[in-house]
């Protein structure tokens, strides 16, 4: 695609259920990452895949998190057992291979209630 | 442990005015530098990215310096418009290939 697309924009859960939420990278780029951002703050890096495989998963911040990316392609984020400081906006990021230029999606907004 | 620092976390300009914005970092040895740009509940726009061996990059009325060795770089914005107004972050690469972001400067350029 044209760019990194993120899917649903805005979502909003019940404190304890469980969400998805989707990235679709720029077509060729081998490298995906994840990031969450709360207000006022820098994104904070959550996890980085190289192809199929999570290279780098040491910023997720509990076993409630979980991020998978089956064909080298399109990432999807889990969240279980949802909390209300889980709420932020999350952040979906592509680039070429590791090192290069990052692009990012519009994020999806997040927010446990 | 990488520590970026962006000042002011504020600033408000009239339009037409040139401004700097700074970046500031704690460990040199980094593979690049980038420059982004966030409207308001949006995702980031990349702005400029600068190889750690490059000292700077223009972009139209955009300007990125790099300096590793005192640990800081700028972001210069010419002719500030309206349209300038958003929050920008710097972000580096030091190579652990996720970029460590600082807090941004909200920019807010007056007509």
């Known amino acids: 695609g044209a760019g990194v697309s993120q899917t649903p924009s805005n979502k909003v859960t019940e404190k304890g259920k469980y969400v998805e939420l989707r990235c679709d990278p720029i077509s060729g780029h081998t490298a995906l990452y994840w990031y969450r951002q709360s207000l006022g703050q820098g994104p904070e890096f959550l996890i980085y895949?190289?192809?199929?495989?999570?290279?780098?998963d040491s910023g997720l911040p509990n076993d409630r998190f979980f991020a998978v990316r089956p064909e080298g392609s399109v990432s999807t984020l889990k969240i279980q057992r949802t909390e209300r400081g889980d709420s932020a906006m999350y952040l979906c990021a592509s680039s070429f291979q590791a090192n290069t230029e990052a692009f990012f999606g519009q994020g999806t907004r997040l927010t446990v209630v | 442990k990488q520590e970026v620092t962006q000042i002011p976390a504020a600033l408000s300009v009239p339009e037409g005015e040139n401004l700097v914005l700074n970046c500031s970092f704690t460990?040199?040895?980094?593979?690049?530098l980038q420059w982004f740009r966030q409207d308001p509940g949006k995702g980031l726009t990349s702005l400029l990215l600068i190889q750690s061996s490059q000292r700077e990059q223009t972009s139209g009325r955009l300007n990125a310096s790099l300096d590793k060795s005192s640990g800081r770089s700028t972001l210069y914005i010419a002719a500030s418009q309206p349209g300038d107004s958003a929050t920008y972050l710097c972000a580096l690469d030091t190579g652990r290939r996720a970029l460590t972001f600082g807090s941004g400067t909200r920019l807010q350029v007056q007509p």
């Open positions: 460990d040199s040895a980094i593979y690049n």
């Open positions: 895949f190289q192809g199929t495989g999570a290279a780098d």
